[in-house]
């Protein structure tokens, strides 16, 4: 089973009951901060380890540490091209991942764009702080190598989340637009179309079948399935200007 973390699109939990789950954005406004749903609860033994495959975040559930990977068919031609690397796919969101990670990896390289281990630093002594004042001890009973472990996802989860937020700022700051609300805070929309339809002109990435490029595109431009902040409003004039690491718990 394969549980997937896209930063800009779903969280990663561990519910009281210590299943793993990904919470998919719907688009409401988040109730806590993205630190405050990053890895938590009384369970986190029950999380075996995380995966970093090229920005995005795989973690990988104790009952099942496999991570398949997508074979095309003999002979088969290619059903999307990314920066010149043939991708055989036809599921939705393995070919959202496949075209996202590497143009914002490239994106990211272009613009220097990278979270500092100071920021990472205090994104999960802040983590720390507000799972202690819910009265959270997810260490308690673990060994040291576990809690290492731990440790080692979450500084994982928090580069990830501050490197996608940073990449998200610098993408609304060049394209502009509206943004929507996401469960790991703010999602530039707009920007990601022109980001894409840019890239797309520029022959960085193609979809073949035209059934799969209109469910790739509709996230980008079907609004009603968006919770879009008020242009103006005071949650759009602070969506990148307090960065993740500094929000208050």
Not at 124 to 135: D, I, S, T, W
Request: aromatic share 8%; hydrophobic share 40%; net charge negative.
């Amino acid at each position: 089973m394969r549980i997937r973390l896209v930063v800009s699109f779903c969280a990663v939990a561990t519910l009281p009951c210590g299943a793993v789950a990904v919470m998919q954005g719907t688009s409401a406004p988040p109730a806590r901060s993205a630190a405050d749903i990053v890895v938590k609860g009384a369970h986190e033994s029950e999380v075996r380890s995380a995966v970093l495959e090229n920005g995005p975040l795989f973690p990988v559930a104790m009952t099942d540490s496999s991570i398949p990977e997508i074979e095309p068919a003999d002979g088969a031609s290619p059903t999307v091209t990314v920066l010149g690397e043939a991708v055989h796919t036809t599921d939705p969101e393995a070919l959202q991942e496949a075209i996202l990670t590497p143009l914002f990896d490239r994106y990211a390289a272009e613009h220097g764009i990278e979270a500092e281990p100071a920021e990472i630093d205090t994104f999960v002594e802040h983590l720390r702080q507000g799972l202690a004042a819910e009265g959270l001890t997810a260490e308690e009973g673990l060994t040291p190598e576990e809690t290492a472990e731990i440790d080692g996802m979450r500084r994982d989860v928090a580069r990830a989340i501050i490197r996608q937020w940073k990449i998200n700022k610098a993408l609304h700051a060049q394209y502009g637009g509206r943004i929507i609300y996401q469960q790991l805070g703010p999602e530039p929309l707009d920007a990601y179309r022109e980001f894409l339809q840019q890239r797309r002109a520029e022959g960085a990435f193609r979809i073949q079948d035209p059934a799969l490029a209109e469910g790739f595109w509709r996230y980008f431009t079907d609004e009603s399935i968006h919770d879009f902040m008020t242009p103006g409003g005071a949650d759009a004039a602070r969506a990148f200007k307090v960065p993740p690491w500094e929000d208050t718990p």
